[in-house]
């Protein structure tokens, strides 16, 4: 932890160093070495890369990450056309070597989730690449003038329709330390002829392998009548790019190729996006219901704590009041409620259980209906009704 802030080394020297998952703390912290050799003690880059330990809380955020991304793009869908795309490498990947770093060879990741990735920039630079030197004769100012590049990849006075997002590196990922051996550094310098006697300089770095990648590229609706055409041309270019020109560092040696690139945006994202409008919908009809279901329980707080406060000449006039037109209702109206009336000879509750009893029918009753008859008696009688 040489040469670190202060509050980066408190954070990180109590840690276990093998345990943790950010890889961040295994590609750029923790490079260098005491050389023993030299009696000053002076620190020096490691020789070799230490061992990458990909963790599984790592591949957590990195499966969590993902499906971020598929969750952000089918929100997005409602307003875009979007093209998924999927791809597997040839070979290893080495993206970000010339980044900086203590040991002059470095690796893209991610700063917030700590894992591989390709940034947007990146794709769409090895896109417009390629359509210069395909359609272009290799003259960017002719890219201007192209119809259909300056509408997708955009010139200095437009932004371009299509949209390239981040590409993350982690189905089945493994970082391994790699190896460039420059046979005659005098004469790559400029010093020497390439001549035998020099000695050979390997340079470690690291490198990304695997299984495939998840390709997104994306445009606006509303752009123009042609932007979903466009997209489907774009997203052709991608797949081109990808296994003709390759991406990231040292293609020339074979890194950073595609093959088996294909549109899966039928396949694969479409069904996600029905998936999740499904999952939406049930979603919301859980919420309309807990929502429901807080209110009766917020409306029967606030009734209980009214009737804590009621009288019971109050409370029972208020009972009477709620009731509804159900049969549970009108036995309990006919029952209890009726004789408490009785027993309070409580003439306002009288009152509300005549308006109660005339609203289903049971106030108007012929003698033959001897219970309820004498029921309705008893409450004109309290109410000083003939």
Known sequence: MLFHPIDTKE???PANKSEIAHLWYHVHYDQFTLNERNKKGKYVPKKEFD???IRRELMKIAE???Q???RALVDLSSYYHIRQLKAKPIARIVHGLGGGHVRETSLTLHPVYGIPYIPASSLKGVVRNWFIQTYCDGNENQLALHPKGSLVLGTQEQRGMVQFHDIFLTNDLRIEPDILTVHFKDYYSGRKAATDDQRPNPVTFLSVTVSDVDIYVTSNKYDDSSSEELLKEAANWTAQALSELGIGSKTSSGYGYFTNIEDVTETEFLPYVEMRKLEREKQKII???????EEEEKRRKEEESRLAEMSDEERLVFLIERLTNSSVDEEKSKTELYNEVIEQKNQQAAQALKAYWQRIGQ?????QKKKQYEKVQAIKQLLNER
Do not use: L, R
């Not at 919420?287 to 279901?293: S, T, V």
């Not at 106030?363 to 003698?367: D, H, N, R």
């Open 11 to 13: 954070a990180f020297n």
């Open 51 to 53: 061992s990458i330990p």
């Open 64 to 66: 969590n990450t993902i």
């Open 68 to 70: 971020q991304q598929k």
């Open 287 to 293: 919420e309309i219901e807990q929502k429901q279901k």
């Open 363 to 367: 106030w108007k009753v012929k003698k």
